[in-house]
């Protein structure tokens, strides 16, 4: 079984920096993919940032400039930098580990509350 647990939710006022972590635990094997995932109130869950096996980032345009993700391969760890914090970036953040063995699989964090006042 592969596990995911996220740190580093809470609440912030707007402008102010808040930094995710989520470590992968277990039978990890093949590894392609880290990310993170967040979910607004009434909205469906978007991509926000992902880092490939090679070293690849990408961010959603509403972040970019602002959040980095970054990976810690030896503790097969991902982060998430999330710095101007705007009050739209309110949500439940979800990690995200994409393996692929004979398929591709998606494991997902608990997720973490993140909320920004103005």
């Known amino acids: 079984q592969v596990q995911l647990v996220e740190f580093g939710g809470g609440l912030v006022q707007a402008g102010g920096s808040l930094r995710l972590s989520c470590a992968a635990s277990?039978?990890?094997?093949?590894?392609?993919?880290m990310a993170w995932y967040r979910q607004a109130p009434g909205k469906q869950r978007e991509l926000v940032a992902v880092?490939?096996?090679?070293?690849?980032?990408n961010n959603a345009d509403s972040v970019k400039g602002r959040f980095t993700i970054s990976r810690d391969n030896a503790k097969n760890t991902v982060y998430l930098q999330m710095n101007s914090l705007k009050p739209e970036d309110t949500a439940v953040y979800y990690c995200?580990?994409?393996?692929?063995?004979?398929?591709?699989?998606?494991?997902w964090g608990q997720g973490t509350q993140v909320t920004v006042s103005s």
């Open positions: 277990g039978n990890i094997f093949g590894i392609y993919a």
């Open positions: 995200n580990l994409a393996t692929l063995t004979t398929k591709l699989n998606d494991y």
């Open positions: 880092c490939t096996n090679g070293g690849n980032t």
